[in-house]
């Protein structure tokens, strides 16, 4: 049996940036990869064969395949476990340890409970204002690419129907991902409930630009995984840390700021918890 390593957690929280780093220590994470997209010119490093699945499940179920969901739906049946299953033997044959990194895998831990209980799991958290704000900066920069192809009635429509896009994308946006921000860690939180407290870490980027070594240390002497040490700092970059917007007052519903933030203090309890140095 392969070592599994699931690296997860919400969309714009640093997962692209810290699988980049544990790719090169030495962890295969998917022979096909995602590459470069808006807000992420040094790509995505999702596992194409698990991200396209986890789409065409969606689009089963009716839902986003981006994967900004934030009400529960129908739970994986026995024929697409047995899809996620067969992508999982192929992997184990082929190596004998691995990982991959999906935030819509968020949307499935329950299935991956079953699929593969002995896996380990980092979870990337990041704070719920710069998580939401990165994600509406983002999907303005979609939506003026959007408007900027569009030429003469059509220019014009978009103009007329979609001015809000343009004008105002946290009045439109906001609310919304602060849901799926909410729905995500929520499913995190339920999933380390019912795994061994031994199988899972929590981490934040920046907590890697100092201590890279100390997760290195979990993942080879507790997890062993036969990893180098890669100096984070070597694939960390300032500048693609977007500033952080505030947004609060675009949210009506402000139960949502209380939830995200009792969310947020558990999280904050739980960073690093992952030994001493190595």
């Known amino acids: ?19 980049r780093w544990l790719n090169c220590c030495g962890l295969f994470v998917g022979d096909r990869l995602a590459g470069p997209e808006i807000g992420n010119t ?25 994967g900004f969901e934030f009400t529960p739906f129908a739970p994986l049946d026995d ?13 184990q044959l082929a190596h004998h340890e691995w990982g991959w990194k999906d935030p819509i895998t968020c949307l499935f831990l329950d299935a991956y409970r079953e699929l593969v209980p002995a896996a380990h ?21 979609v939506d003026m690419k959007k408007f900027q192809g569009k030429k003469g009635l059509s220019r014009i429509k978009w103009k007329l129907f979609k001015r809000k896009k343009i004008k105002n994308p946290f009045q439109l946006y906001a609310e919304k991902f602060l849901k799926v921000w909410i729905h995500y860690h929520e499913l995190i939180i339920e999933h380390v409930r019912l795994i061994p407290e031994s199988h899972y870490v929590f981490v934040h980027h920046s907590q890697l630009i100092q201590s890279d070594r100390k997760l290195l240390h979990q993942l080879t002497h507790r997890w062993k995984f036969s990893l180098h040490h890669f100096p984070f700092s ?45």
Do not use: W
């Open 121 to 141: 799991y980092i979870f990337i958290v990041r704070d719920f204002r710069s998580a939401v704000s990165s994600l509406v900066t983002r999907e303005h920069k």
């Open 79 to 91: 024929s697409e476990k047995q899809q996620l299953q067969h992508i999982i033997e192929r992997r």
């Open 42 to 66: 040094d790509g995505l490093f999702e596992d194409e064969d698990f991200q396209q699945l986890h789409k065409r499940f969606l689009r089963y179920r009716n839902c986003s395949p981006i």
């Open 1 to 19: 049996m392969s070592k599994i390593l699931v690296i997860a957690g919400m969309h714009r929280s640093g997962t692209s940036l810290i699988t």
């Open 234 to 278: 070597q694939v960390y970059k300032q500048a693609m840390i977007s500033e952080v917007v505030p947004f609060e007052k675009n949210i009506r519903n402000k139960e949502l700021l209380y939830k995200a933030e009792q969310i947020e203090k558990r999280f904050r309890e739980m960073l690093f918890q992952i030994g001493p140095d190595a």
